[in-house]
């Protein structure tokens, strides 16, 4: 047995603890016997790893996992302050151990709001971090992050490298080529290609922003001719300074994040012009996918496709998308959906609480095509390597023949 299928077959282990004697739990069950099957079968007439990105639920907050075909790693922040900073810590380390990494190679913190570092005190204690990246110092005083910044963070980069980012950095990942974009208000001059007139700049409209979402680090990838962006939470207004008068970044096939979804962000300037294939939003139940976002990303041209971390209370029946599109519901769920799209809550005290999504929970992982496995993108389920079932009649969406298009190109990817 090779050593993907020995890994593969190390999932049932712990799964099959988790399953109790219910007609769906066994279905879910019968479901992983297939799958684990079928990985099998792949694992040994295709032993090429590529690239995976894991989109993992953090309820409306951020964590995403990218993998290089080598191994190399890096996460992009570590979902939410307690009290959901041990389910959140909880679901990251599930992706992990799914990817089989053993350490974090590179850490971004994108900025000091506790739905992107919250869950970094619960996590570094369950796998070794090498490397820490933020922006530099928190610019938007507030009593979690600078009790964070004061007294768990030095002592988490103590024993590590800690590089704050700067436009034009490189972070090493074998084959997958990562630049560092946006840091600190900072911005990149242009990606290699890029920098040509933006059309959607002269209908730009401005938004608000607080002080610390446009500091975040972003990123833009390239493997073989496959691109992916993720700006963190950068608002419309950097949107603005970003891709106007001239387009810095070019085009991506998949953008990620959209920073969770929210009207603050995802101006046309950005959206339309980076001219994405498909966009993945880590939204939360009552957290982003308002109209105004959900208006943008459908009208956004050669768009074949938004998925959605969650079914979020805010699109109402107008904008959301399809279920089939969303990885997550709540834990009691309703009957009927909402018709009219709800206001996002103020924040701060007296806000009553969102949906409880404490229970089981599904990451959308862009993943390798086969011709016997030929979901691109998959529903995974928490801890376990069971396709969420209804999920397996999902459209299938094109980040597989992006890949094999690239790699037919001849690229080593
Ligand atoms: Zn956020």
């Known amino acids: 047995m090779n050593t993907r299928a020995a890994k593969v077959l190390a999932i049932l282990g712990p799964y099959r603890s988790l399953v109790r004697t219910t007609l769906m739990r066994a279905t879910l069950m019968l479901m992983t016997a297939v799958a684990l099957s079928a990985s099998v ?19 409306g907050g951020n964590a995403t996992l990218f993998v290089s075909p080598s191994g190399e790693s890096l996460l992009m922040d570590t979902g939410n302050v307690p009290p959901g900073a041990v389910r959140d810590a909880g679901r990251i380390m599930a992706a992990v151990k799914d990817a089989g990494l053993k350490q974090i190679d590179h850490l971004i913190i ?34 979690a992050a600078d009790d964070f910044l004061q007294k768990m ?23 997958v080529d990562v630049t560092v974009v946006t840091s600190a208000g900072e ?31 972003g990123i833009f990838i390239t493997y073989g001719k496959f ?29 990620l994040g959209l920073h969770h ?47 959605q971390l ?16 969303i990885a997550n519901t709540v834990d009691d769920p309703q009957p009927a959906m909402p018709i009219a799209p709800l206001p996002p809550p103020q924040a701060g005290p007296g806000t009553p609480p969102p949906p409880a999504h404490n229970g089981t929970a599904y990451w959308i992982k862009l993943a390798r095509l086969t011709k016997k496995h030929p979901e691109p993108i998959k529903f ?10 209804i999920k397996r009649h999902c459209r299938r969406v094109a980040i597989g023949s992006m890949m094999r298009e690239s790699r037919r190109a001849g690229d080593q990817v």
């Open 41 to 59: 079968t792949i694992a040994q007439s295709q032993p090429a790893k590529m690239f995976d990105v894991y989109v993992i639920d953090v309820e």
């Open 110 to 143: 994108t900025h000091w709001h506790g739905d992107h570092f919250g869950g970094l005190a619960e996590l570094a204690p369950q796998i070794p971090v090498r490397e820490f990246i933020d922006h530099g110092p928190n610019v938007q005083p507030g009593q």
């Open 153 to 175: 963070y030095p002592q988490l980069i103590a024993d590590a490298k800690h590089t704050v980012a700067k436009p034009g950095d490189k972070i090493r990942m074998g084959s």
């Open 187 to 217: 911005l990149i001059k242009a990606m290699p290609g890029a920098g040509g007139p933006n059309s959607y700049c002269a209908n730009f409209k401005p938004g608000e922003n607080n002080a610390e979402d446009p500091q975040s680090v």
């Open 227 to 255: 691109r992916t962006a993720h700006l963190g939470d950068l608002t419309k207004n950097k949107e603005f300074e970003l891709m106007c008068p001239n387009n810095r970044l070019g085009s991506v096939d998949v953008l």
């Open 261 to 307: 979804g929210q009207a603050s962000s995802n101006s046309p300037v950005l959206v339309h012009a980076l001219h994405p294939r498909v966009a993945i939003m880590n939204d939360g139940t009552r957290k982003g996918g308002e109209p105004e976002t959900m208006q943008t990303v459908h009208s956004s041209p050669g768009l074949e496709d938004l998925w």
């Open 310 to 325: 969650h079914f979020s209370l805010l699109s109402g029946q107008e904008y959301t998308q399809p279920g089939m599109f």
């Open 380 to 389: 995974l389920s928490h801890g376990a390597n069971a396709p969420r079932p």
